[in-house]
């Protein structure tokens, strides 16, 4: 096997601030960050974290609409648990982030997917309706979504919460990418915000400190009152000394300029990227992201499987991507564009020199009966 690995798999940048840095070493010497802190997280955190949302949607939000989490995957987890019973079915964007799978599984219910990626003329509220059963009790959406980095319209969003709300659904909306969006620059999402909607938010993609763990659940009172119980049951309280880095990283007001920083970096990468794999268009096929930070491809050569492939890959270049049946889409590799500037050149040197070695296949786009037919 080539070495170093590069890897090209894991949702991880490279671009990490040295405002970051110096903050840590400061918050290191104070002494109550060794400590639990509120189970609920930070109370001045979950004030500015509310006072930044009250601008962003229509709502105005108290430091009692918000859980600090210990990352976004923990509040996914948290808001399924505290909406499902066994049995429950969980409509699941298609195709899905694995740990959605997982954890829905986990609560013995049962997720259902739906097409969210296809088509251009998708009409996803369409998608959802044809899915939806007397058991379905919740709905998840990510927006950019992970893997395809397919952005939900503002408009999308409002007209699927509206329909959840007259139907008794809970609406968790994974908005980890928000601030990662490279095309559509105007759509700010959507800004309605309704009572049954758990919004789900992360600090880890926005500044690349995936390692501080800290998410957070924005909800109606009630929503975030039923939820801590078993937050503080499950972890006690998210990471403090975590939870102070970026409370300090939003109080000197440095938090917006280092997320454009990481969009930037980002957005470099995957243009990098991108011409990569516009010369090898006869293996690849993909659309650019919009969003997020990674690169959806459909494998378009016969005589493999997408895992068969990244093995091949692995072994042969020394380069890690994900199989997209991770995602339950066999067919197809998913590319992050973390990494550094460096590293993606050195890791598309070793693929164009070995990709005639490497067996593709075409398992073709799964059409909506296929989908049925897992969910």
């Not at 590319?335 to 070793?350: D, L, N, V, Y």
């Amino acid at each position: 096997m080539i070495s170093p690995i590069i890897s090209l798999s894991m949702g991880i940048t490279n671009c990490i601030s040295s405002e970051i840095k110096e903050i840590a070493k400061e918050c290191s010497e104070i002494n109550s960050c060794y400590q639990y802190s509120d189970p609920r997280g930070i109370s001045l955190l979950r004030e500015l974290i509310a006072k930044e949302l009250s601008g962003k949607y229509l709502y105005s939000f108290t430091k009692e609409n918000i859980l600090i989490t210990t990352g976004a995957i923990s509040a996914v987890y948290l808001s399924l648990l505290n909406s499902l019973n066994i049995d429950d079915e969980v409509l699941v964007p298609w195709p899905a982030y694995f740990s959605y799978v997982k954890q829905i599984e986990l609560i013995r219910a049962k997720p259902v997917f739906f097409n969210c990626f296809q088509k251009n003329d998708l009409d996803i509220l369409e998608e959802i309706k044809q899915r939806i059963s007397l058991k379905t009790k919740a709905i998840i959406l990510c927006t950019p979504n992970n893997p395809t980095g397919k952005i939900i319209s503002a408009s999308d969003i409002s007209k699927i919460a509206s329909f959840c709300k007259n139907n008794n659904i809970v609406l968790i909306v994974d908005e980890t990418y928000s601030n990662l969006i490279y095309q559509n620059n105007d759509n700010d999402n959507f800004k309605q915000f309704f009572e049954n909607i758990i919004l789900v938010k992360s600090f880890s993609k926005d500044l690349g400190v995936s390692g501080l763990r800290v998410g957070y659940i924005c909800a109606e009172k009630n929503i975030v009152n039923k939820i801590a119980p078993t937050a503080e049951t499950l972890a006690i309280c998210p990471p403090t000394l975590s939870q102070e880095i970026l409370l300090k990283t939003l109080q000197k007001g440095i938090f917006n300029s280092l997320v454009d920083s990481q969009r930037n970096y980002l957005s470099e990468n995957l243009n990098l990227i991108c011409s990569y794999l516009d010369e090898l268009r006869g293996y690849f096929d993909y659309d650019k992201p919009e969003g997020g930070m990674f690169i959806f491809a459909k494998l378009v050569r016969n005589d493999g499987d997408d895992q068969k492939f990244c093995q091949d890959l692995l072994e042969t270049t020394g380069v890690l991507i994900s199989p997209g049946s991770k995602f339950s889409a066999p067919g197809y590799v998913r590319f992050s564009f973390g990494a550094k500037k460096e590293e993606i050149q050195e890791a598309f040197k070793r693929i164009q020199q070995n990709i005639y070695k490497l067996k593709t296949v075409n398992l073709g786009i799964q059409n909506e009966n296929t989908i049925s037919k897992r969910s």
